[in-house]
């Protein structure tokens, strides 16, 4: 069984529309979490989530809304997709104080803004 | 904002080589996390290390912390082919967050 999986592993889109990834964890974890992994390969959160309260939400723009209907299943939606969404999208999950255990990570989904 | 450096950004090297990566900040971590990311993947935990000079081996990889807990390092002996990926370093920022560096591209020839 796959710890942290998300789908779609692929999503290509074009400007203007609405589009929405899923992200689901069987580890029992508490916090969930969105990255953005850009072009350059650099990793930055966008939210973070622990048992389906918003916790972190970096400067995102406000076309990202994160749902999380329970705490194995963080989802995020996007609206009037812009060129610059075009990255490699992660979820993760973690214990709590994830510097002492680390994160578990999906397998990404490469949105692509056309 | 607390940045992590890493060096080098790139890496190229043949089979059998040696090779050590970096990760420095200017201020004191509690703890550090290396993790690799093979393409199409997501990253993967590696190896968290939190007392100052405390090194830690897996396999051929050995992880080292620094004394003032400022700087990590990750040497690889004898690089194979499988060791080809992202090399990420990363520290809590806050109960509910993790920072990453922006990585060392290796790529191992064969």
């Known amino acids: 069984d796959t710890a942290v999986s998300q789908t779609p592993k692929y999503l290509v889109t074009q400007m203007g529309n609405d589009k929405s990834i899923k992200c689901e964890q069987n580890?029992?974890?508490?916090?969930m979490y969105w990255y953005k992994q850009d072009s350059k390969k650099f990793l930055k959160i966008m939210f973070s989530y622990n048992n389906k309260e918003l916790i972190i939400n970096e400067t995102v723009p406000n076309r990202f809304s994160p749902k999380s209907p329970d705490k194995a299943h963080l989802n995020l939606h996007i609206n009037s997709l812009e060129l610059g969404d075009s990255a490699v999208y992660f979820c993760?999950?973690?214990?709590?104080?994830?510097?002492?255990?680390?994160?578990?990570f999906g397998s990404g989904t490469r949105l692509t803004v056309v | 904002t607390q940045l992590l450096e890493q060096s080098p950004q790139f890496l190229s090297i043949q089979e059998g080589e040696n090779l050590t990566v970096y990760c420095n900040s200017s201020s004191v971590f509690s703890s550090l996390q290396w993790y690799r990311q093979e393409p199409g993947e997501g990253p993967v935990l590696l190896v968290t290390v939190v007392t100052g000079g405390e090194v830690k081996k897996l396999k051929r990889l050995t992880f080292q912390f620094g004394d003032a807990r400022k700087d990590s390092s990750l040497h690889i002996t004898a690089a194979q082919t499988g060791d080809t990926g992202l090399y990420l370093c990363a520290r809590g920022a806050g109960s509910y967050q993790l920072t990453f560096g922006k990585g060392t591209k290796l790529s191992v020839i064969p």
């Open positions: 580890l029992g974890h508490d916090t």
């Open positions: 993760a999950s973690s214990q709590e104080n994830p510097g002492a255990y680390g994160y578990t």
